[in-house]
Each structure stands twice: as structure tokens, then as C-alpha cells.
């Protein structure tokens, strides 16, 4: 089972911080480092110092890091138009060394939208939009040199594209597309996916929605076991339940709900909830680490629970 570290820096976080992270993330061997793309807290948290970009920031870990995967759960489609998207992506993709995975979805938080001057059409718009967007992002990444690329969409207008600069990964980086949503998702995972993801949902949600990926993937005539299914938790675990209950002050949450919804308890509990996870189907998971400076948290998880995951 793979493990990757998933950060939420909207929360409050410098790029110094996840720097911190993402390189404890590759000296104990984690699979990957993947953060939000957010411009906004939720709640009434502070967010001090406020926002950083996430491609911007992957762009600087790129080159302060050798062998971890790098990516978004997940970028907005409204934040960004395609073109200059392709072109953020091929070009963190080349810096790392071919190691970018972009997760993108429609978008859904409306307040950072108003905050930041951000257009926020109506859902169907969103995925509209977002189903142009993987169209066009996929059309450039895979224009052979010295071609042209143009797409004629309701939304997007490309004329006359060289698709250019190319990523490093040809055709182009793994693409993960995840949500509950029972049937724009499962298509356009099957049409553009390499990987489903289900993040904080319960397991049983989990399969019932991998079921519908896998179907939509036979109506495309693609084999279902081409794709990754993966899931982010929360992570919370302790030693004890001192260390426990510690932790889950430090991120303003009770041991017990983190027991029920996320990857959490003491190092036997978290390792029995991971099992679990695998014998649904997902073969990669998403630990959300909340407090980026409790770097004992992932040595802990390093050292006693990722040596006993199948």
C-alpha cells in the first residue's frame, strides 16, 4: 500500500513549513507529497500567514526534492484556464524530473471564489467546464512536436496551439479525479483517469463509488484495473492515548470522531483501519497531516505502521 502525505497549507502554513514536510515526507520514505489548492480558510480559523499557490510551491519543492511524487487533491478547475494550466503542469513536471501528478476537480468552496475576484458559475457549469478543461489539458500534453492543437468547446476556444512546453511524462502526468458524485465523476475518471480518489467519505461509500468507476470504465471499453483507487484520512495517531489525545487537541478534533472517520487511534488501530482500506480496494491512501510541525507524527507512522501494511 502506498502512503503519501497530504497537506492543507490554507490552514496556515509558509512555503518553510511544507518545505519541512515534503522533505521529512521523502527522508522516510513516503510515497508522496501532495497538498490543497485552496485560497481560503473554512471555519474561523486565521490562516496566518495566509495563502501560497500550489503550483507555485511544487514548483519550488521540485527542485528541493529527488524522488517523492508531487501533487494537488485537488486543483480547481475555475482557478485556472487550461492553456496556462498545461503549461504550469509540463513545466513543474519537467523540474521534478517527471514526478508531477495533477489532481484536479470542478471546484466547490464559494467564498474563496467571492474573495479572490474568482468567477463561480453553477455546478453543471463546473463540470462542464472541468470536462473541457481535462479535454484540452490532455489535447495539448499529447500534440506531437511541431503540430498544431485546437479545440471548439462551449466554454474554451483553443486555435492554432503548438501544445507546448511537454511534460516530462509523455503523454503526459497521471491525472486523479475523485468525488462522490454518481455520474459525471465515474465518466470523466474513465475517460481521462489514472487514478479515483475518495477522500473523507466512509468505506463503504468508498467501494460503492470505485463499483461505479470501474463500470463507466467498461462502457469505454478500458480494463477498470488500469486505474489506481485511493482514499485520504485524516491521520491522528499516538503512542498512547496521552500522545493521542495531544494530537488531537493540536488540530481542535476529539480521539473519538477521529477514531470513526479517519486513520487514527493508537499504532495497532491505525494499522487495522489501513488493512481495512486495502481489502476494500485502495491500494494507495492519503494521510492528511493537519500539524505540519509535529514531524513525529509521520516518524511514527514511518517506523510503526507503514512496516506492517501489505
Known amino acids: 500500500m502506498d502512503l503519501r502525505i497530504f497537506i492543507e497549507p490554507q490552514l496556515g502554513a509558509t512555503y518553510d513549513d511544507q518545505l519541512a514536510v515534503a522533505q521529512a515526507t521523502e527522508r522516510l520514505g513516503f510515497d508522496a507529497f501532495f497538498r490543497s489548492d485552496h485560497y481560503l480558510t473554512m471555519g474561523d480559523i486565521s490562516g496566518l500567514p495566509g495563502p501560497t499557490d500550489s503550483w507555485v510551491t511544487l514548483a519550488g519543492l521540485a527542485r528541493e526534492t529527488s524522488r517523492i511524487r ?12 487550461p492553456g496556462p494550466l498545461a503549461i504550469s503542469v509540463s513545466q513543474v513536471d519537467q523540474m521534478s524530473g517527471g514526478r508531477v501528478e495533477l489532481g484536479i476537480g470542478a471546484g466547490w468552496y464559494e467564498a474563496e471564489h467571492r474573495a ?7 455546478l453543471g457549469e463546473r463540470f462542464d467546464r472541468l470536462e473541457e478543461q481535462l479535454t484540452i489539458l490532455t489535447g495539448m500534453w499529447g500534440t506531437p512536436d511541431g503540430a498544431r492543437y485546437e479545440h471548439t468547446g462551449r466554454h474554451y476556444q483553443v486555435v492554432d496551439c503548438p501544445g507546448l512546453p511537454k511534460p516530462a511524462q509523455r503523454p503526459g502526468p497521471p491525472i486523479i479525479i475523485g468525488g462522490g458524485g ?14 479515483f480518489n475518495r477522500a473523507f467519505a466512509p468505506l463503504e461509500n468508498f467501494v460503492a463509488q470505485s463499483a461505479r468507476v470501474r463500470e463507466a470504465c467498461e462502457g469505454y471499453d478500458r480494463d477498470p484495473d488500469e486505474l489506481v483507487y485511493s482514499a485520504a484520512l485524516v491521520l491522528c495517531v499516538g503512542r498512547d492515548e496521552a500522545e493521542l489525545a ?34 476494500a480496494g485502495a491500494t494507495r491512501i492519503y494521510l492528511q497531516v493537519l500539524d505540519l510541525h509535529d514531524l513525529d507524527h509521520l516518524e511514527l507512522v514511518a517506523a510503526d505502521v507503514a512496516p506492517q501494511l501489505p
Open 70 to 81: 508531487l501533487g494537488t487533491l485537488v486543483t480547481s478547475a475555475t482557478f485556472r484556464h
Open 116 to 122: 479572490h475576484a474568482i468567477p463561480f458559475p453553477p
Open 182 to 195: 454518481t455520474r459525471r465523476t465515474p465518466d470523466l475518471c474513465a475517460r481521462f483517469g489514472s487514478e
Open 246 to 279: 495531544r494530537r488531537a487537541a493540536a488540530i481542535g478534533r476529539q480521539p473519538a470522531e477521529l477514531r470513526t472517520n479517519g486513520a487514527a487511534g493508537l499504532v495497532p488501530e491505525v494499522i487495522a483501519t489501513l488493512q481495512r482500506w486495502h481489502e
